[in-house]
C-alpha cells in the first residue's frame, strides 16, 4: 500500500496469489512468464506451483510451504500490513527468512495483539493471520464485512444510547413542576 500525496491509499499488491492452471506454469529462470488478464486488463504473471514469491513479511504460511494460494492468502498479507500500520511493528520476528518462516508457519507473534488496537480489531486480525488458511475469511469481502460489522455495531448502540439520553432529556425538560396546592 502507498500513500499518494493526496493522502490518499492505494492497494497496489493484493489480490494477486494464484496458482499456474497446469501447463500454464512459468520458468523461474528463464523469464517467459506466460500470463492472464484479470478483469481490468492488466497482464498478471501467473506463480507455478511450488514457486516462492512474494514479499516475505506479508507471505502466508502456505507460501512458505510451496502450497496452493488463493483469497485466503491475500486476506492474510493484509492483516499482517494492517496490524504493522496499527502497532507500528511487524507480527512476526525474524533477522533472517528461515527464522522468519519458521515464526510465521507455528504462528508465534511477537506479541498477542497490537496493543492500540480494539478488542474486537484484534480478534478480527488474529482470524486472518491463522496458519490454517481454512481458519481465515474466505475472501477480502468476509474481510472488509468483519472489519465493519463491529464499527457499525458500535455506532448504532451508540447511536441509540444517545437518542435514549436525548428522550429523557427531552422529557425532562417538558415536565413543568407544579405549584403546591394553597389550600
Known amino acids: 500500500m502507498m500513500l499518494g500525496r493526496d493522502g490518499r491509499v492505494r492497494?497496489?499488491?493484493?489480490?494477486?496469489?494464484?496458482?499456474?492452471a497446469p501447463g500454464r506454469a512459468r520458468s523461474g529462470a528463464?523469464?517467459?512468464?506466460r500470463s492472464t488478464a484479470d478483469l481490468r486488463g492488466v497482464d498478471v504473471s501467473l506463480t507455478a506451483s511450488g514457486e516462492l514469491m512474494g514479499t516475505p513479511v506479508y507471505m502466508a504460511p502456505e507460501q512458505y510451504a510451496g502450497r496452493e494460494v488463493d483469497a485466503r492468502t491475500d486476506v492474510y498479507a493484509l492483516c499482517v500490513?494492517?496490524?504493522?500500520?496499527?502497532?507500528?511493528t511487524r507480527p512476526f520476528a525474524g533477522n533472517s527468512l528461515p527464522e522468519l518462516a519458521a515464526n510465521v508457519s507455528a504462528g508465534r507473534l511477537r506479541t498477542a495483539a497490537p496493543a492500540?488496537?480494539?478488542?474486537?480489531?484484534r480478534r478480527v486480525l488474529l482470524r486472518g493471520m491463522a496458519v490454517d488458511p481454512a481458519q481465515r475469511h474466505p475472501d477480502m469481502r468476509a474481510l472488509l464485512a468483519d472489519l465493519t460489522r463491529d464499527r457499525q455495531r458500535r455506532l448504532r448502540h451508540a447511536g441509540f444510547g444517545a437518542a435514549f439520553v436525548?428522550?429523557?432529556g427531552l422529557g425532562a425538560a417538558?415536565?413543568?413542576?407544579?405549584?403546591p396546592c394553597t389550600d
Open 174 to 179: 417538558t415536565i413543568r413542576p407544579t405549584s
Open 11 to 20: 492497494v497496489l499488491d493484493f489480490g494477486l496469489a494464484r496458482t499456474a
Open 30 to 33: 528463464s523469464g517467459d512468464a
Open 116 to 121: 492500540n488496537a480494539p478488542a474486537w480489531l
Open 166 to 168: 436525548g428522550a429523557i
Open 81 to 88: 500490513a494492517l496490524w504493522e500500520a496499527i502497532d507500528g
